[in-house]
């Protein structure tokens, strides 16, 4: 049942009953279908079963403090597809990008706030796989978070430095032993206040991106301060100001000593703005399957109002403009996929233009998937922004999309400059 438990009920039985996560996989399956390997559907239907049956066993009303879930679903191995973790014994399959693709959307239309917390862990795992030089500190810390066992964040925001996020503020001290003092403040940290492990990005010398370097803290350390952050249209989702004082980190925590911090930055910065095209797919999806069945049941004079213009037409463009950035979003991964199992990573030249194609996506899609939620909240009348279902989850979170992970003018910023480059090579 998709009613929130507890509150009052506006929508009637049959339509909650229709919009049962159940009912609102297959929709999203019967799209799907034709354009998946059956690799990746079969993963994504896997997914689904487990969503089902968690949903149900524990009897989910999608109030709760999700990150108590994220143990089991790490255990299950959803917490991250990018990669097998073979390094870890775990040995996933399918992995990848497509797979990451299939795994976000099963989580998102469970728990859209969920699929964007547990997000945040995998920004912090990429970086520990990448840079473990398999120390037997980080290997372990990568198996907590791939596993779900411990929550993750990454820290480059700071109160003074936003977009421009490389003239950093916050220090690093570098000692005579080799650890690293550091000093300073972060902001708008996804899941800080949860994360038992942080990334955390800070200079030599403040307003130097030369300087800067990289660092695993243990958030139980001495020096780790972290206050909650409260941003409404996310309520369910920790985020955190994070205050370090005199944060002492040994040297096997050092992930990139001064000087490759902002290379490891910039390498995980596509990545994450490709898994935020997925997370707005997504959740565009989630709103289009709870408006489409609702307007397929609910009748206004007599007639279910999908049969009326004002309400199939406008629901049709959606579900146009989803099935584009779908596709789109889908040939990137598979693209990204075969590249990664070629070469053992992305060549050089390809994530480079990668970088004005995420900026692309992510700007698109953020945009769509707030018109998505917000113009399918609106054909469902009242049904759709009273709290009996996620819609209200998705019309907060797809209001968000476009600032974290670059703003929509540091994305155009971005393609605008490389406008300019391919200019240049004319
Ligand atoms: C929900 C949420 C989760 C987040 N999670 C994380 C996280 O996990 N880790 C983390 O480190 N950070 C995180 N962030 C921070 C996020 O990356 C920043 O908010 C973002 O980079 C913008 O920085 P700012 O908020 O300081 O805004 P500012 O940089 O101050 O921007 C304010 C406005 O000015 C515009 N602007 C700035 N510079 C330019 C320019 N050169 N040209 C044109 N316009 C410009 C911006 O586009 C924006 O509209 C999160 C933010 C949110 C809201």
């Known amino acids: 049942m998709a009613i929130k438990k507890g509150e009052v009920q506006c929508i009637n039985d049959e339509i909650l009953e229709k919009l049962s996560l159940k009912n609102r996989y297959k929709f999203l399956n019967y799209n799907l279908m034709s354009f998946l390997e059956k690799e990746h559907l079969d993963f994504l239907k896997k997914a689904q079963k487990f969503f089902i049956g968690f949903e149900k066993r524990n009897n989910i009303s999608h109030n709760e403090d999700f990150y108590e879930w994220i143990p089991e679903i790490g255990k299950e191995g959803l917490v991250t597809r990018l990669n097998n973790f073979e390094i870890l014994d775990l040995n996933y399959e399918p992995y990848g990008f497509t797979a990451e693709f299939m795994r976000i959307l099963a989580t998102d239309f469970f728990d859209p706030q969920l699929a964007m917390g547990m997000g945040a862990n ?212 598979q693209m990204v996929d075969k590249k990664v199992k070629q070469y053992g990573a992305l060549p050089k030249e390809f994530s480079l233009a990668l970088m004005a194609t995420a900026a692309q996506l992510k700007s698109i899609s953020a945009k769509l998937s707030q018109k998505a939620a917000y113009e399918c909240a609106n054909l469902m009348g009242g049904a759709g922004v009273c709290d009996n279902t996620l819609m209200q989850d998705l019309l907060g979170i797809t209001r968000i999309q476009e600032i974290g992970g670059g703003t929509r003018q540091i994305q155009q910023y971005i393609m605008s400059l490389a406008l300019r480059q391919i200019f240049k090579l004319l």
Not at 303 to 324: C, H
């Open 122 to 333: 995998v920004l912090a795992i990429n970086p520990l796989l990448v840079h473990h030089e398999d120390i037997e500190i980080r290997l372990k810390v990568l198996k907590e978070l791939v596993t779900g066992q411990k929550n993750g964040c990454i820290c480059i925001t700071e109160p003074e430095r936003g977009s421009d996020a490389v003239h950093m503020l916050t220090t690093s001290d570098q000692q005579e032993d080799g650890s690293f003092i550091l000093n300073g403040v972060k902001i708008y940290q996804t899941n800080g206040p949860k994360a038992d492990w942080a990334v955390v990005y800070a200079v030599s010398e403040q307003n130097s991106g030369n300087t800067m370097g990289q660092f695993l803290v243990d958030t139980s350390w001495n020096g780790w301060k972290v206050e909650r952050i409260n941003i409404p249209w996310t309520p369910r989702i920790y985020i955190g100001k994070e205050t370090f004082t005199n944060l002492r980190i040994p040297p096997e925590y050092v992930l990139g000593k001064p000087g490759q911090g902002r290379e490891h930055l910039f390498e995980g910065l596509n990545l994450e703005r490709l898994g935020i095209v997925i997370l707005n797919a997504a959740e565009a999806w989630n709103a289009i399957t709870h408006a489409v069945i609702y307007a397929n049941l609910r009748k206004q004079f007599d007639r279910e109002i999908l049969k009326y213009q004002g309400v199939g037409f406008p629901l049709a463009d959606l579900w146009a403009e989803t099935m584009n950035l779908t596709l789109s979003a889908l040939n990137v991964c």
